[in-house]
């Protein structure tokens, strides 16, 4: 790609001799032998040891913009004196409403040097949650990107409006060049760390697909781990250059904002999804790292733009097991799969599928096998448990191990685990009942300790008393040479009480095949799946679908898709 030629607001532009060394309390100066942990201190080690390195490029906007470490943590303590003269106080909520563009990088670090709490709110949500978003987490200021301002309209929060430009004449600029005024040069000194570990970083909410979204209220204790060990298990260094595909706003990115700066790399901002443009950096911008869920990591890979890269990409796949199909042409391209399971509850991933020496002699069908299991836990994660059920399926109270290979909840516990779900202390002790927090989801555990989700709990499809896995069915229809992607949800059945129903998106190549012959292509895929799968796991129904439904982050909705079977 062609060097870019921006020139930085006069406001942007640091100080001669200028110190990254935040003020500490006389509360923290006390204590010689510790210093909270706080995911700012990331960025402020970035911007020390290589200032003149480029951390946030945005190429594809309409006016681009590029900020190397040293202009961008001057812009991070403008924000955070900007925010300050609005009146933001230590724990004060602040909600940002952005595509991937440098406005919620900055937030993420800005609202942090503030001492407040960023509130990330998805784009894509209907007004109505949006407005009640805002009033739950009592947000006392919105940092909004120009395309989503209706999404604000008849909020009363101050709001100031970001035209993405980094010039002159964008409010945003305008707001932070009066953070530099107000801060009188005072610099990172005149600022203070938050003296408590245990204070909020972040406020993410759940989607809502059953009730009102909850509020995960996440620390900087956990942020600050949480990255690192994303950082770690991504291998990311100061050479590594991360491609924001997955949303900033979807758990905070799983802390990847944090995770890229304390690894001293390039970020690259991309506002919308666009496979093109994702393809354009793969080949001339040096990318080394993205996240996707496998829906985006299969359009990635039947691109027309697709090519074998010269160099590995490490591919970090989360949301839904990736299937052989997907794994062998990811791997063909020259990607590498790091298959990750998480909640926004655990920051985001907290297992991770390791590879192992003997995977190398195995076939392509066995590897897919032993990389759709969710792994073992992260180095800053406790060991992840699978635990046994009671009669309504959830967790037991005195949270008693499951033998091997028999079906239990997935249960956690440790230093990325959410602080508590917002104002929310019923749902709180709920899922934390017996001192572990419940993820709702049904595994199985290994001899080798690692886990393997076989569902969500209410994705279970009970067959004539038998427990079917969506997610195995999926795994294995997922092989047929014809399905390109599919899903799997319960139908209700007269004889059986329920049976798989398959929503399957076709391959490109094979769409003439089966024109006009749905009967033909369900029959054919229902022998397919008898050569793999236990009757009771079979599907009784296949529907074909130009698309699936699915959320922002790439996951794909069962409950719609449930709500559609109930009408058929």
């Not at 030629?5 to 100066?29: D, K, N």
């Not at 230093?415 to 934390?432: C, G, L, P, S």
Request: charged share 20%.
């Amino acid at each position: 790609m062609q060097p870019m030629t921006f020139e930085p607001t006069a406001e942007s532009i640091a100080p001669a001799g200028v110190r990254y060394r935040i003020g500490l309390s006389q509360q923290t100066l006390r204590n010689v032998n510790f210093t909270p942990l706080n995911p700012l201190s990331f960025l402020l080690r970035a911007a020390l040891i290589y200032p003149d390195h480029i951390a946030i490029s945005h190429p594809n906007s309409p006016q681009p913009v590029e900020y190397t470490y040293r202009v961008w943590a001057q812009r991070i303590q403008n924000l955070a004196y900007a925010l300050i003269q609005s009146g933001i106080k230590p724990g004060d909520r602040v909600a940002v409403i952005a595509p991937n563009c440098p406005l919620i990088a900055d937030a993420h670090n800005g609202i942090l040097a503030a001492r407040g709490i960023i509130v990330c709110i998805n784009t894509r949500l209907l007004k109505a949650d949006v407005e009640y978003i805002i009033q739950h987490s009592g947000a006392k200021l919105i940092l909004v990107d120009h395309e989503y301002v209706s999404l604000v309209e008849d909020v009363s929060v101050p709001t100031i409006v970001s035209l993405d430009t980094g010039r002159v004449g964008d409010p945003y600029e305008a707001f932070l060049s009066n953070g530099r005024r107000f801060s009188q040069e005072r610099g990172w000194a005149g600022l203070e760390m938050e003296t408590d570990e245990g204070a909020g970083a972040s406020l993410n909410y759940t989607s809502g697909t059953t009730g009102r979204p909850k509020g995960v209220l996440c620390t900087l204790r956990g942020s600050y781990l949480a990255a690192i060990s994303n950082a770690y298990e991504s291998r990311l260094s100061r050479t590594s250059v991360y491609l924001w595909i997955l949303p900033m706003f979807h758990a905070s990115g799983w802390t990847y904002p944090w995770a890229c700066t304390f690894a001293m790399l390039k970020q690259i901002t991309l506002r919308t999804v666009d496979i093109e443009s994702i393809w354009s950096h793969f080949l001339h911008s040096g990318v080394s790292a993205y996240c996707a869920a496998p829906t985006v990591q299969i359009s990635i890979v039947t691109s027309p733009q697709a090519r074998r890269l010269p160099s590995p990409v490490s591919a970090i796949i989360a949301g839904a097991a990736p299937t052989s199909n997907l794994i062998g042409a990811l791997e063909s391209l020259n990607f590498q799969v790091c298959h990750v399971y998480g909640l926004t509850e655990t920051y985001g991933p907290f297992t991770r599928n390791y590879d192992r020496p003997e995977y190398a002699k195995l076939s392509l069908e066995e590897r897919a096998k032993l990389y759709a299991r969710q792994g073992h836990s992260f180095a800053q994660a406790d060991e992840v448990r699978v635990v046994k059920v009671d009669k309504e399926g959830r967790r037991r109270p005195e949270m008693v191990d499951c033998d091997d290979l028999e079906p239990g909840e997935v249960v956690t516990r440790g230093n990325i685990v959410m602080k508590e779900y917002f104002q929310d202390k019923r749902a709180t002790d709920e899922a934390f009942r017996g001192g572990y927090f419940a993820s709702g989801d049904i595994a199985i555990r290994y001899p080798d300790g690692s886990i393997s989700i076989q569902d969500r709990s209410k994705d279970l499809i009970i067959s004539g008393g038998e427990n079917a896995s969506s997610l195995a069915i999926e795994q294995e229809l997922s092989a047929h040479p014809d399905v390109l992607e599919v899903s799997v949800v319960a139908r209700k059945h007269d004889k059986w009480g329920e049976r798989a129903m398959a929503w399957v998106i076709l391959r490109p190549s094979s769409k003439d095949k089966w024109e006009g012959k749905g009967k033909e292509f369900e029959e054919d895929l229902i022998r397919f799946a008898k050569q793999k799968l236990p009757g009771f796991a079979c599907p009784e129904w296949v529907y074909i679908v130009t698309e699936l439904p699915k959320t922002s982050t790439g996951k794909i909705q069962k409950a719609v898709l449930r709500q559609r079977a109930a009408k058929l």
